[in-house]
């Protein structure tokens, strides 16, 4: 009898980090549920990792709609029957602005996808990894710990994300469920061509080649799936800590 493989929702799969999770998990073995905004994109890149759609599938899902995602997350259960992993990867690092140029409803919109659009997909997914003992990975930041100039509202948003990685390792940890708050680093994503191109803070001047590959922080979640990093539950994880990546058998940085 062939195994049910394990089963990872990607939120926010469309492109950049998401989409290269999406390869690395697939890649793993596991079964991949893709979903964004953009169910296109999302099925774009199903498609590339599996033709016949029976371990990689899109579903269409606005964070900022909880509905939706609660709708995202029974198809998923209809079609793969199990959930192992949460992956929180949408965000969007708008508006830009000084705290008082940024309007009130724009900086509201962000904290709507970067924190509330999270805890929907946690919502919805949490009797499913009840029943599978899983893992929640938010992909979170240095800016949750450390404001930056014309960021207020992308570092609220993660600061948000953060307790509520705590909250989950609070609640849910006695059940099984771990939770991870991920800082994937600075990475060669279509976000760092917005930051370049505001001048705003130190980040913005960052030179791309000097921006780490979507590929590496993706397979540090994979480590941290397999549950080779389960003491490490409910914090702030790093991909540049030298020790963290010894673990996660990844190079050295230089």
Sequence with gaps: MTQTPSVVWIVGASRGIGAAAAAAFFQAGYAVALSARSLDACRSVAERLD???????????????????????????????RLDVLINCAGVIEPIARFGKAAPAAWARAIQINLVGAYAAIHAALPALRDSQGAVIN????????????????????????MLTRSIALEEGPGGIRAFGFRPGVVDTEMQV?????????????????????EEPARFMVWLASGAGDDLSGEEIDVRDPDLRQRAGLPALG
């Design 51 to 81: 033709p016949s759609g029976t371990r990689a599938r899109a579903y269409r899902a606005d964070v900022a709609d909880a509905d939706m995602v609660a709708e995202a997350a029974s198809a998923v259960l209809g079609d793969f029957g």
């Design 194 to 214: 917005a930051i370049r191109a505001s001048g705003i803070n130190r980040v913005s001047q960052l030179r791309r080649e000097d921006l780490a590959p979507p």
């Design 139 to 162: 992909v979170s930041s240095g800016a949750a710990g450390n404001p930056l100039e014309g960021w207020s509202a992308y570092c609220a948003g993660k600061a948000g994300l953060a």
